[in-house]
């Protein structure tokens, strides 16, 4: 019975101590909470400048025997009909070359296209645009033409803030 008092003796001191232990090693971490509820959209853009949808670009593509001769070993012609140059006076019309209807594309006036010498210039008018060829022969290649038109209202005015030079 002594053994007992005493072992619950030593039991009632240690629990009565009021000092601490060392620190014991670091739990687990606990799952991760719930996502919160997502944010207010934000408010809407500027609505854009208006895009190029009246500039109108037509593909040609133009075969060997598609050229007309204007004169034997000098000039040869081909001629597109293109209803988007309504007003050649105020439309602005580019036309580029390429060996492929997908480009690449060089515009024109342009020398050197298919042969060392030659020359490519165009020309248009209402309803049509027109190529002229100046070397010894048409070219022997297809080729393609791409024809661009900017109507009058799409066109940016540009005023020089400068004199002209006079004589």
């Known amino acids: ?10 039991i009632a001191l240690m629990v009565g101590c009021a000092k601490d232990g060392a620190q014991g090693p ?9 996502n919160g509820s997502a944010g207010a959209t934000g408010a809407t853009g500027a609505t854009g400048a208006n895009g190029t949808a009246n500039i109108k670009t037509n593909i040609y593509p133009v075969t060997s025997s598609g050229w007309t001769t204007i004169s034997a070993g000098a000039s040869y012609k081909v001629v597109f009909a293109d209803a988007n140059i309504s007003d050649a006076d105020s439309d602005a019309v580019s ?11 060089l515009e024109i006036p342009t020398i050197n296209i298919v042969n060392s010498g030659d020359q490519m210039v165009f020309g248009y008018q209402n309803n ?7 070397y010894t022969s048409a070219p022997s290649s297809t080729l393609y033409f791409k024809v661009t038109v900017i109507p009058p209202a799409l066109i940016k005015k540009r005023s020089f803030g400068g004199q002209f030079l006079q004589n």
Do not use: C, E, R, T
């Open 26 to 34: 670091a739990g687990a971490n606990g799952s991760n909470g719930l």
């Open 128 to 134: 049509q645009a027109s190529v002229i060829y100046l």
């Open 1 to 10: 019975m002594k053994s007992n008092l005493l072992f619950i003796a030593a």
């Open 95 to 105: 036309v580029a070359v390429g060996s492929a209807a997908n480009g690449p594309w």
